[in-house]
């Protein structure tokens, strides 16, 4: 399975009180590292909407955390796809440090979603194009 990575550095906005990243960035990173390996491949939201004419809203999403990330500290988010389903697939995020502790882990089910006149959405088959962009993609 291929496994898209990308580097963040964290802020000083990232973090709580307490001086550690605040839990809901890592949902925000795990949308953008998606986001990122879209446009790797040569794909965006808008691309999947005006060629596939859909989009890939998320219908769940967890993430398990392990040990503490603070301001300043790069970390590397790695991402695949674990299961392909015919109208969704699930992600599988791995976070770790640069002295590779994990640091976290998640997960996103995306569902294919065509996209209906007046912006309503209808569950489809993922088509067999995106699915072959994503598994041949490369890393940033």
């Known amino acids: 399975m291929h496994v898209f990575e990308r580097r963040i550095t964290?802020?000083?906005?990232?973090?709580?009180?307490?001086?550690?990243?605040?839990?809901?960035?890592?949902?925000?990173?795990?949308?953008?590292?998606?986001?990122?390996?879209?446009?790797?491949?040569?794909?965006?939201?808008?691309?999947?909407?005006?060629?596939?004419?859909?989009?890939?809203?998320?219908?769940?999403?967890g993430a398990n955390f392990r040990a503490p990330v603070t301001y300043d500290q790069e970390i590397r988010i790695g991402v695949r796809v674990v299961q392909w389903q015919e109208g969704r697939f699930k992600m599988e995020y791995q976070v770790f440090n640069m002295d590779g502790?994990?640091?976290?882990?998640?997960?996103?089910?995306?569902?294919?979603a065509k996209v209906l006149p007046g912006g309503k959405l209808k569950a489809a088959a993922i088509a067999p194009g995106f699915r072959q962009r994503l598994e041949g993609g490369g890393a940033v």
């Open 101 to 112: 502790v994990q640091v976290a882990s998640g997960h996103e089910w995306r569902a294919w």
């Open 10 to 61: 964290v802020e000083w906005g990232d973090c709580d009180e307490a001086g550690i990243v605040f839990y809901p960035n890592y949902f925000y990173w795990f949308d953008s590292t998606y986001q990122a390996w879209l446009r790797q491949v040569g794909l965006s939201q808008r691309i999947l909407q005006s060629e596939y004419d859909a989009v890939t809203p998320l219908v769940d999403v």
